[in-house]
């Protein structure tokens, strides 16, 4: 199908935002909103999210990607994914107007962008889905726990590195101290991961990451597509050692509306095509089976 991609400004709070628009000739009800991560801006790590945006569009769906303010193009004072729940409404606001056939948009983002769409999500009915990759639940305790698990226990395993003790080569030095430190941090009081009964009440900024995370996943209503990669993404296996540990984030992502896909030969950002080109066709796919999903 052909779409057109248009420029698009807007304002938030008096500061003007740059976006793109991709504008199929007929748009399905539900559009693509593109939420970016820091330090990150429309395009994508690799030009994945102008690549999406117009695959989805030739598709039928209409995808708009911006700046939130502080990033890429667009003004403002520097701000983190916690501070961007304006940026997100404002940016739908736009998509609408710009696109009265939307009914519903879906928001998509890779790593602190996923973040921000879970905090966001449930409190705007137009938003009816989330793509998330990679979440960014960062503890350091649980930073440092990715480590131990997936970074020293390998080296242990590693070939090389034996060849380097048994040859009297390896000098432990700073990185005997780094493993030191670390081992340090891991044993820090660790957040029961939303474990506990939610209140009513949004949990406070001083709460960890993964509690407040796993609010905005339990009152969201809609459908969730969670796309988690390997190849050495210490923030994916992060996400999945907390899940391990944590029954309630494991209920959270058991339910019907969450489907997930683990894809271990890919990379945090999806560097190579056909990584930029799988993680674009199961969204198009989950898109299609969308209840409510208007086709164009």
Request: aromatic fraction near 12%; charge should be positive; include cysteine.
């Amino acid at each position: 199908m052909t779409y057109e991609e248009i420029p698009r400004c807007f304002t938030c709070r008096g500061e003007q935002l740059i976006g793109i628009l991709h504008r199929p000739a007929k748009p399905a009800s539900t559009g693509v909103l593109v939420v970016v991560g820091g330090p990150q801006y429309r395009v994508g790590s690799h030009r994945q999210f102008t690549l999406l945006a117009r695959y989805l569009a030739g598709q039928g769906t209409a995808v708009f990607r911006f700046d939130y303010r502080s990033m890429g193009d667009s003004e403002g004072e520097s701000r983190d994914f916690e501070d961007i729940d304006e940026d997100i409404a404002t940016a739908i606001d736009h998509f609408f107007s710009c696109v009265p056939e939307l009914s519903r948009v879906v928001i998509w983002g890779l790593c602190d962008a996923a973040s921000a769409a879970l905090f966001y999500a449930h409190r705007d009915s137009r938003v009816t889905g989330l793509v998330l990759l990679n979440p960014w639940i960062r503890t350091e305790a649980g930073e440092a726990r990715a480590y131990l698990r997936h970074y020293y226990a390998q080296r242990l395993l590693s070939g090389d590195f034996w060849n380097k003790v048994l040859s009297g080569k390896w000098r432990p030095g700073a990185s005997f101290s780094s493993f030191l430190e670390t081992l340090k941090r891991s044993r820090a009081v660790s957040s029961p991961s939303g474990d506990r009964v939610m209140a009513d009440n949004p949990p406070p900024r001083s709460t960890p990451l993964p509690e407040r995370m796993a609010y905005g996943l339990q009152r969201f209503k809609g459908n969730v597509l969670l796309i988690l990669s390997g190849n050495n993404d210490y923030v994916a296996d992060e996400f999945r050692d907390m899940v391990a540990e944590s029954p309630h984030w494991q209920r959270l992502l058991s339910r019907p509306s969450v489907e997930r896909r683990d894809f271990p030969q890919a990379n945090h950002t999806f560097s190579k095509q056909e990584w930029r080109d799988q993680v674009a066709a199961w969204t198009w796919e989950w898109l299609t089976s969308l209840p409510g999903r208007n086709r164009p």
